[in-house]
């Protein structure tokens, strides 16, 4: 989200009103994601669309998709490159993932599928390589990718590795939103329902209702995860959930064609995702597949820390607090 300053350098909300997929709103931004779009490419990023989301000042840029590797890497980068340019406009760019309530947040949904064999090769969408950054130009291409429909069945049904891998994801889901929702800010995500921001472990053709969704053939969208993740761990977490949905051939179950919320009311039980982040973390450290994910000392740096972020949190008194409880006679 591109926000405004105010005059001791603050938020002061987004730069355009929030109105998804308006060309007005967009346009007033097109100095800035232009600028952003020439950083980008000059850092090997393959930019190919673009609209403004739901939020104030919220633009989506897409880059095109790699090894799970260059695209962290990528992502990396893109996160500097706004903040050089909201330093050059004189605006904050915000991936904190609920500034606003009442709104839609920002999240980061992976699109994901799984790969055998491809090329490597080098694009520079027309400029000099300069000297040392040959790799970042460096795209897989070709292959061919498991999680394709098999040719006698559904052609919205993802391949039997699809389906395994989604049903590791699912599997693995509490522990995976310990990694995908990491602050304490996330959860305001999944609180404020009605948003788009999933809640529960199912998966459908094109259901935004659900955690999971296939959202082409030969992907799926894991939604449960937002613009402050680490991409590197979430990458790691996925692979490991992927894994161990292949070597014990997990079945997702059947996709769910309805409004999950009404499909629940009807009957049906759905795993609901961790509501905070300490609840998140407990699951985390229940699952040892996603924990490898983690290796070395790495696991137990990231609980200490996320742990004692949760801790300070609920050792501090809010604007929630004040408003609420400063004139309460009880």
């Known amino acids: 989200m591109w926000l405004k300053k105010d005059v001791d350098g603050k938020p002061n909300g987004g730069v355009t009103k929030p109105n998804c997929y308006q060309i007005d709103q967009f346009e007033e931004l097109r100095p800035v994601f232009l600028r952003v779009i020439e950083y980008s490419r000059a850092m090997g990023l393959d930019m190919i669309q673009g609209d403004h989301e739901d939020a104030p000042g919220q633009l989506e840029l897409n880059f095109q998709f790699d090894d799970a590797l260059r695209t962290a890497d990528r992502l990396t980068t893109y996160r500097q490159i706004c903040a050089q340019v909201a330093r050059e406009f004189n605006l904050i760019a915000c991936f904190m993932t609920k500034p606003f309530m009442g709104v839609s947040a920002s999240g980061c949904h992976h699109n994901l599928s799984l790969w055998r064999n491809g090329d490597e090769q080098v694009k520079t969408f027309g400029m000099e390589t300069l000297p ?19 040719p006698d069945l559904d052609k919205r049904l993802p391949g039997t590795i699809g389906l395994n891998c989604i049903g590791g994801v699912i599997e693995h889901l509490g522990a995976l ?14 609180w404020d329902t009605g948003l788009w921001a999933p809640v529960y472990a199912d998966w459908g053709y094109q259901n935004r209702t659900c955690g999971l969704r296939v959202s082409a053939p030969g992907r799926f969208e894991y939604r449960a995860v937002d613009s402050m993740v680490n991409p590197y761990l979430m990458a790691g977490a996925i692979l490991k959930a992927f894994d161990d949905g292949i070597k014990r051939n997990l079945d997702p179950g059947e996709p769910e064609s309805r409004n999950l919320y009404e499909a629940m009311e009807a009957g049906k039980q759905v795993k609901k995702l961790p509501m ?44 929630w607090d004040i408003e609420t409880y400063l004139d309460c006679l009880p």
């Open 177 to 190: 939103t310990a990694i995908g929702c990491s602050t304490v800010n996330s959860y305001r995500r999944l």
């Open 276 to 319: 905070s982040l300490g609840d998140a973390i407990d699951r985390l450290s229940e699952d040892p597949v996603i924990q490898s994910a983690l290796p070395g000392e790495m696991y137990s740096l990231y609980t200490w820390y996320k742990r004692d972020e949760w801790e300070k949190f609920l050792a501090t008194t809010t604007s």
């Open 132 to 150: 040392g950054l040959e790799g970042c130009f460096t795209y897989r291409k070709g292959g061919e990718n498991t999680f394709l429909p098999q």
